[in-house]
């Protein structure tokens, strides 16, 4: 897959192209990626995802815009990767930018710039200024300009029932599982291992405790899940809390620690990724560490039970 950052170094044969953020890539977007390379396919083209960065709601609305991203950029580029997208075009959104009309951006971008032949869009998409690039306005202007429509039907797009939205208010309320079924695979984030208390030694199940890089990305509510860790091309099973560690004296940042099962390692530095695939409790303030302990023990049969019994 290639990745453009400036529309002047663009060459790309017969460009079938679609228009989005794609925030997760969910299985409503997977539809449109597998009928762009589809269509590219038929005219020996090559699919085309014309792609934003920063996210459009950030840079409209920088004080207000509350948004986390379901994706960081790189996992967006990966997934998308996997999909068998051909090109990539990630460009610099601004306000200036935004204030382009549609009529402006078909004709200055996609066609004097890229060259499109095909159009892929889903029946309700919308863009430009005031919204107004509608599959009704791009099928007005496609004989003008050159090049065809593909529309991605009503029927095609509701089937899968999903979007973007639903799958942030899934994670935010922890069900980790119906956001994986709208994601097509588990709800993952990654980051360093980095130096924490170590109090986990000293009751028999240490901890690595992770940061997250990128802040606009949406953490799973507190509690405790079952996860898989994927690091040096190896996959664990853990049991990870997110969440302020109450039972040994709380904290005000919120943490995020996994116990990763069978492992040993110094993991200190070490980039993990981390695959979410089912709540197992609410973090909870017990009375003393041998609660926590009995608990602990708990969670981990819950979790060797759930990988053991689970096609993953």
């Given at each position: 897959m290639r990745i453009y950052r400036d529309l002047d170094q663009?060459?790309?044969?017969?460009?079938?192209?679609?228009?989005?953020?794609?925030?997760?890539?969910?299985?409503?977007?997977?539809?449109?990626?597998?009928?762009?390379?589809?269509?590219?396919?038929?005219?020996?083209?090559?699919s085309t995802l014309f792609t934003f960065y920063p996210h459009p709601r950030m840079v409209i609305h920088p004080d207000s815009h509350g948004l986390k991203l379901l994706q960081t950029q790189e996992e967006k580029l990966d997934k998308l990767k996997r999909m068998g997208l051909k090109n990539i075009i990630l460009f610099p959104f601004t306000f200036e930018f935004s204030r382009l009309t549609a009529i402006?951006?078909?004709?200055?971008?996609?066609?004097?710039?890229?060259?499109?032949?095909?159009?892929?869009?889903?029946?309700?998409?919308?863009?430009?200024?005031?919204?107004?690039?509608?599959?009704?306005f791009l099928q007005k202007i496609s004989s003008t300009y050159n090049f065809d429509v593909i529309e991605i039907s009503a029927h095609d797009i509701e089937d899968v029932n999903v979007s973007s939205t639903k799958i942030r208010e899934s994670i935010i309320n922890g069900n980790v599982e119906r956001a994986a079924e709208y994601l097509g695979e588990p709800y993952s984030l990654s980051?360093?291992?980095?130096?924490?208390?170590?109090?986990?030694?000293?009751?028999?199940?240490?901890?690595?405790?992770?940061?997250?890089?990128?802040?606009?990305?949406?953490?799973?509510?507190?509690?405790v899940y079952a996860v898989i860790v994927c690091f040096e091309n190896k996959s664990y099973a853990g049991m990870m809390n997110i969440g302020f560690r109450p039972t040994v004296n709380g904290e005000n940042d919120l943490s995020l620690e996994v116990n990763i099962l069978d492992l040993k390692e110094d993991l200190y530095g070490k980039n993990l990724h981390i695959n979410f695939h089912s709540r197992l409790r609410d973090e909870q303030k017990f009375d003393g560490i041998d609660e926590l302990v009995e608990q602990l023990k708990k969670d981990e049969k819950a979790v060797r039970a759930f990988f053991t019994t689970s096609a993953l």
């Open positions: 663009v060459d790309i044969p017969f460009p079938v192209v679609t228009i989005g953020t794609f925030d997760g890539v969910h299985l409503g977007h997977q539809k449109i990626i597998d009928r762009l390379n589809h269509e590219a396919k038929l005219i020996g083209g090559e402006e951006f078909v004709r200055d971008y996609l066609v004097n710039k890229l060259h499109v032949r095909k159009m892929v869009v889903g029946y309700d998409h919308q863009f430009g200024k005031n919204r107004e690039g509608t599959l009704e980051g360093e291992v980095v130096k924490g208390k170590s109090l986990g030694k000293t009751i028999g199940y240490p901890t690595a405790n992770i940061k997250v890089k990128n802040a606009e990305k949406l953490l799973p509510s507190k509690g």
